[in-house]
T-cell receptor
Framework: EAGVTQFPSHSVIEKGQTVTLRCDPI?????LYWYRRVMGKEIKFLLH????????ESGMPNNRFLAERTGGTYSTLKVQPAELEDSGVYFC???????????FGQGTRLTVV | GESVGLHLPTLSVQEGDNSIINCAYS??????FIWYKQESGKGPQFIID?????DKRQGQRVTVLLNKTVKHLSLQIAATQPGDSAVYFC????????????FGTGTRLKVLA
């Protein structure tokens, strides 16, 4: 069974540009989470989907970040316009409904220059 | 692979010795705790979890200890192997609500041959 997959694995963009990150959760997992790790700091929660609904988006840093999960399958996280401080590794995780154990993808390393 | 930060605490252990990695958590309301292992270029990988109604749980070569009085969590790795070299994160969460995790900053474990 495939794990959580994220695309791209790396992205280098210029300040002001737009980037879209994609996450494919484990098939059948209703819960989908986005986290990020800014360089040198801890992994921080961004938001949580249950199927296509945003359950908790308290960790989204500002309105330059937009997450979607149309159809309740894969999710995208768009950063527009990107700023230098957005650089870091963005992780996606998924879990079964009612299950606390979340499985993480390999992450997308975003570098804004 | 991902740069995991310049200021992570590091634990160096001789191969074959036991390792103990410590973590302080912040939220008294957290009732679920997890240890993750992250190798370079990969996402966090689940190692072991424990719920707040327990103070010890054992897995294969790993043991997690929970002290709720002082909000302290530890991971013990028996007979540490070179493949155990990685960054280890503790995370706290809740079995109610959104299941989002709060991660610690991580500890880098180096296994010396």
């Amino acid at each position: 069974e495939a794990g959580v997959t994220q695309f791209p694995s790396h992205s280098v963009i210029e300040k002001g540009q737009t980037v879209t990150l994609r996450c494919d959760p484990i098939s059948g997992h209703d819960n989908l989470y986005w986290y990020r790790r800014v360089m040198g700091k801890e992994i921080k929660f961004l938001l949580h989907f249950v199927k296509e609904s945003k359950q908790d988006e308290s960790g989204m840093p500002n309105n330059r970040f937009l997450a979607e999960r149309t159809g309740g399958t894969y999710s995208t996280l768009k950063v527009q316009p990107a700023e230098l401080e957005d650089s870091g590794v963005y992780f996606c995780a998924s879990s079964l409904q009612g299950d606390t154990e979340a499985f993480f993808g390999q992450g997308t390393r975003l570098t804004v220059v | 692979g991902e740069s995991v930060g310049l200021h992570l605490p590091t634990l160096s252990v001789q191969e074959g010795d036991n390792s103990i990695i410590n973590c302080a958590y912040s939220n008294s309301a957290s009732d679920y705790f997890i240890w993750y292992k992250q190798e370079s270029g990969k996402g966090p990988q689940f190692i072991i979890d424990i719920r707040s109604n327990m103070d010890k749980r054992q897995g294969q070569r790993v043991t997690v200890l929970l002290n709720k009085t002082v909000k302290h969590l530890s991971l013990q790795i028996a007979a540490t192997q070179p493949g155990d070299s990685a960054v280890y994160f503790c995370a706290e969460g809740s079995t109610s609500g959104t299941y989002k995790y709060i991660f610690g900053t991580g500890t880098r474990l180096k296994v010396l041959a």
